[in-house]
């Protein structure tokens, strides 16, 4: 089954970038569709960006519409996630996870394996 590990997070200034990464292992990813979700403490897990299996249709909440953009490397078992003009309220523990799913799917519920997370702090 698939082994995801993110990695790329850390301390930025508001306005900062960052690269996420999601490499996968034991299983190929070309056959899930992809998510990107952040987590605070004492809230639920927020679906931020997925990505369908083949990398053509993409998905994103509206607080990250033109700043965050999703993308695949199935040659490489990887998932990104480009963040630029990052904000205070972008700071949370972001999680990848692969859906066996044809489509993109927002709910939290659908994912079948995800990673251990990686700290984003966006500093004001």
């Known amino acids: 089954q698939a082994q995801l590990v993110e990695s790329g997070g850390g301390l930025v200034q508001a306005g900062g970038s960052l690269r996420l990464s999601c490499a996968a292992s034991?299983?190929?990813?070309?056959?899930?569709?992809m998510g990107w979700f952040r987590q605070v403490p004492g809230k639920e897990r927020e679906f931020v960006a997925g990505?369908?299996?083949?990398?053509?249709?993409?998905f994103y909440v509206d607080s990250v519409k033109g700043r965050f953009t999703i993308s695949r490397d199935n040659d490489k078992n990887t998932v990104y996630l480009q963040m630029n003009a990052l904000k205070p309220e972008d700071t949370a523990v972001y999680y990848c996870?692969?859906?066996?799913?044809?489509?993109?799917?927002?709910?939290?519920?659908?994912?079948?394996?995800w990673g251990q997370g990686t700290q984003v702090t966006v500093s004001s």
């Open positions: 996870a692969a859906d066996r799913s044809t489509v993109v799917r927002s709910n939290a519920k659908f994912y079948d394996y």
């Open positions: 990505i369908n299996r083949g990398g053509y249709s993409t």
């Open positions: 034991g299983r190929t990813l070309s056959n899930y569709a």
